[in-house]
């Protein structure tokens, strides 16, 4: 009797995981492709472990490296998901060609990317543009995205990458606020935090030892999960929130926020434009990745 693909196969989660961990060879490196923890790709692995009653990984204090049965698999998992891929890809390619589809965190697309979408559908009419906005790394094999712009420590893994500009960080705060406060220091303000999108996404105690402020960190008054609604307390004259120049700078010039003092970190992390390995020769997106990184490059911060 067969015996049913459903029942045989393990968690396709944990399949993904273990590819990915497999080809990088780094639990690390895998977690960060993943947008997960490295705890998380441990427990993942160690499941498939129990489930084929086989070790599937030498481990090593800083480095992982297959088993023959783990290489196998790996190798198995790696051909199959690339063929998944690319048949998707065939398919949707001939339903509609000249539809692209560009993938970033909501505060990405909505404070820098909304604002200059029109140059492009201007320069190119005929192509249609989907939007996908998510705090979460896109996984460029499986996600219907064509192009990312991706939050992180360069190099990164899971596609080609392009083209990358850093940022620089300093507070900002509603032009309203600061009068008001003009007479406190910035550890008697109240602070505004997020949750952080990625590991290198900076917080306010980064901030302060960056830049050497005496005394411990003040705590975060008003904490948001995510990042643009921290930005829009900040408009609302709650307080002093974070902002990333290249974020920020369209409401900057607008006078909805203002900068407030002169000090500044150096972010570790950069934005990056990447494209999935077998769809970065498309015409459309080679017009589209070459239009965002020559417009990236023109407001990057010195």
Not at 91 to 108: C, E, H, K, M, Q
Not at 152 to 166: F, I, N, Q
Not at 240 to 249: D, F, I, P, Q, S
């Amino acid at each position: 009797m067969k015996v049913s693909f459903k029942r045989n196969v393990p968690s396709i989660s944990a399949l993904v995981t273990f590819e990915a961990a497999s080809r990088l060879r780094s639990f690390t490196a895998a977690a960060r492709e993943l947008g997960v923890s490295q705890a998380a790709v441990s427990r993942q692995v160690r499941l498939l472990e129990t489930d084929f009653g086989v070790q599937l990984f030498h481990r090593a204090h800083r480095a992982v490296e297959p088993t023959q049965a783990g290489a196998r698999l790996g190798q198995t998992l790696s051909t199959a998901f690339d063929t998944i891929s690319q048949d998707i890809d065939a398919i949707r390619s001939p339903r509609d060609g000249n539809t692209l589809s560009v993938g970033g965190s909501l505060a990405f697309t909505q404070f820098w990317l909304m604002s200059r979408l029109p140059e492009f559908r201007e320069r190119y009419p005929g192509i249609r543009i989907r939007v996908v906005s998510q705090d979460e790394p896109f996984d460029l094999r499986t996600d219907e995205v064509d192009v990312m712009v991706r939050f992180g420590v360069p190099p990164l893994t899971g596609g080609r990458s392009v083209s990358s500009v850093g940022d620089m960080v300093f507070p900002v705060c509603a032009p309203g606020f600061i009068r008001a406060e003009e007479t406190r220091g910035l550890h008697d303000l109240p602070l505004i935090g997020s949750d952080a999108p990625d590991p290198t996404w900076m917080q306010w105690g980064q901030w302060f030892r960056h830049v050497g402020l005496d005394g411990p960190p003040p705590g975060v008054a008003l904490h948001c999960n995510h990042y643009t609604d921290a930005i829009l307390a900040a408009m609302a004259g709650q307080g002093v929130a974070l902002g990333w120049e290249l974020l920020v700078a369209d409401l900057l010039r607008s006078g909805k926020l203002v900068r407030l003092g002169e000090l500044a970190v150096s972010s570790p992390a950069y934005y990056t434009i990447m494209l999935p390995e077998h769809r970065d020769s498309h015409p459309v997106v080679h017009d589209f990745a070459h239009w965002l990184a020559g417009r990236l490059d023109a407001v990057s911060p010195p």
